[in-house]
């Protein structure tokens, strides 16, 4: 189907560590770093979604070795590109000079690997022979900064591969479980005057402990089942890159695993929740410093809104 051809990614310039928080925020570097790993995360200041994607994007296209013109396909990730319309992918499109179809994929912090998913579809059909996958948010921008438990949760940051023919992705699999009590950040409203219902500010809102139980479960039964559909075993997986949300669940889901911890890859200290990015920015991390060597087996596994979630093995 496919193989990653490269990896890229962007983060916004400004950096704030969590003393820099507990600057305005009833919080402190003690409870945000023990609860979730997270020490300091880089938001967006003056940057657009745009800006970070077009990065992210362009470098994936040079590191390639391909002109934005040779590619087919466009997929972005993202749970709120800076337009509602047109979809952020078509943004990056215009941004980069590309003139292939392109559409963005809503999925939370799961999107990459659905977005991922979309793209196989598309390469068994032959339709495609290279793909831009890009994810990004601005999570920052979607928290209400007076609610100490989600805002110091998140940073901001953009992830792209491109994907060529190949047959590198060995197995992959989504879930869905709709839900919006447990994870949800409202639409803004218009402001029609026969509007009745009640004006929603936009901010997200979150029960951290039943995202928690779900997330450790949901990685934990996933590894697995997509270990078994490609015909490994999971104490032969070189790499373990989960969604980064928190590093307690990361390292409850590898301990449930039997996976030792220097197999999981993690960025969440210096990230925070980067949403759908958090998995193509770890991986470009890895890529970039030579960890990867060829023919290692990868799992990639993420849970987010929805509930989403999904799974692959890829053969790198
Ligand atoms: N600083 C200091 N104290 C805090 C903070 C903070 N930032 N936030 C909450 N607290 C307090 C609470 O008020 C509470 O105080 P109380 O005991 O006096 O009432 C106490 O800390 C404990 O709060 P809990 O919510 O019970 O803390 P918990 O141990 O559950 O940790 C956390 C919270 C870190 C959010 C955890 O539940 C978690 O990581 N959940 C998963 C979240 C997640 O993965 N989200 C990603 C979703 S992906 C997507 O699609 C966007």
């Known amino acids: 189907m496919f193989k990653i051809l490269s990896t890229a990614s962007a983060l916004p310039k400004c950096r704030k560590t969590n003393d820099d928080l507990s600057t305005?925020?009833?919080?402190?570097d003690e409870w945000i770093s023990q609860r979730t790993g997270i020490r300091e995360r880089a938001v967006c200041t003056d940057e657009t979604l745009t800006d970070l994607l077009t990065q992210a994007a362009d470098q994936a296209l040079e590191r390639a070795g391909i002109t934005a013109q040779e590619l087919d396909l466009i997929l972005c990730a993202t749970i709120r590109g800076d337009y509602i319309t047109p979809s952020q992918a078509c943004v990056i499109q215009k941004e980069i000079g590309a003139s292939c179809p392109a559409m963005d994929i809503s999925a939370a912090c799961t999107g990459f690997?659905?977005?991922?998913?979309?793209?196989?579809?598309?390469?068994?059909?032959?339709?495609?022979?290279?793909?831009?996958?890009?994810?990004?948010d601005c999570m920052t921008r979607m928290m209400d900064w007076s609610d100490r438990s989600t805002c110091v949760l998140f940073g901001d940051g953009a992830g792209a591969v491109v994907l060529g023919e190949g047959e590198n992705l060995?197995?992959?699999?989504?879930?869905a479980n709709g839900n919006v009590d447990v994870l949800n950040i409202p639409h803004v409203?218009?402001?029609?005057?026969?509007d009745k219902l009640p004006k929603n500010q936009s901010y997200l809102s979150m029960n951290g402990k039943e995202v928690?139980?779900?997330a450790v479960s949901s990685m934990y039964r996933d590894v697995q089942i997509v270990c078994d559909q490609a015909g490994v075993k999971v104490e032969d997986v070189d790499w373990i890159?989960?969604?980064?949300?928190?590093?307690?669940?990361?390292?409850?889901?590898?301990?449930?695993?039997k996976v030792s911890g220097e197999k999981c890859l993690t960025g969440i200290e210096n990230l925070g929740n980067t949403s759908a990015a958090s998995i193509p920015i770890v991986l470009d991390r890895a890529n970039t410093e030579g960890k990867f060597k060829a023919g290692d087996l990868l799992v990639l596994t993420a849970?987010?809104?929805?509930l989403t979630t999904g799974a692959c093995v890829l053969r790198w």
Request: proline share 3%; aromatic share 12%; net charge positive.
């Open 24 to 28: 305005f925020l009833d919080t402190s």
């Open 113 to 136: 690997i659905y977005a991922l998913d979309v793209a196989a579809g598309y390469f068994a059909r032959k339709k495609v022979k290279k793909v831009l996958v890009l994810a990004g």
């Open 170 to 175: 060995m197995a992959i699999q989504l879930t």
């Open 189 to 194: 409203g218009g402001d029609s005057p026969f």
């Open 212 to 214: 928690y139980k779900f």
């Open 241 to 257: 890159v989960p969604h980064q949300a928190n590093l307690r669940i990361i390292e409850a889901a590898a301990h449930k695993l």
């Open 303 to 306: 849970f987010g809104a929805g």
